[in-house]
């Protein structure tokens, strides 16, 4: 079992930045891969970037590249989302997500087993 706990959120004026942080606690960190996700008011959660358990190979929303940074500290058993030139369409509550096995749906919400309970990121214009 893994618990997975976020930190980092808060407001933030059009054009800022954040740093968010997962510290997972339990079974052995390196062995699973990790996600951010996010989800909006009135929307689904979707996909915001992945990062695979090696950290050798990272995955984003085709409209955040560029401006979010997944990265990972295997010996802080930590995650990270550097979000930059943020906008007021991300905000949203953050989550993180660990998967002990993951397959090419890496995007999905249920390829994964454990989640987070979310941090959130307010944008203001």
């Known amino acids: 079992q893994v618990q997975l706990v976020e930190s980092g959120g808060g407001s933030v004026q059009a054009g800022g930045s954040l740093r968010l942080s997962c510290a997972a606690y339990?079974?052995?960190?390196?062995?699973?891969?990790m996600a951010w996700f996010r989800q909006a008011p009135g929307k689904e959660r979707e996909f915001v970037s992945r990062?695979?358990?090696?950290?050798?190979?990272?995955d984003y929303a085709g409209s955040l590249k560029g401006r979010f940074t997944i990265s990972r500290d295997s010996a802080k058993n930590t995650v990270y989302l550097q979000m930059n030139s943020l906008i007021p369409e991300d905000t949203a509550v953050y989550s993180c997500?660990?998967?002990?096995?993951?397959?090419?749906?890496?995007?999905?919400?249920?390829?994964?087993?454990?989640w987070g309970q979310g941090t959130q990121v307010t944008v203001s214009s």
């Open positions: 997500a660990a998967a002990s096995r993951i397959g090419a749906q890496y995007y999905t919400t249920w390829s994964y087993d454990h």
């Open positions: 339990g079974r052995t960190f390196s062995a699973y891969a």
């Open positions: 990062i695979t358990w090696s950290g050798g190979s990272t």
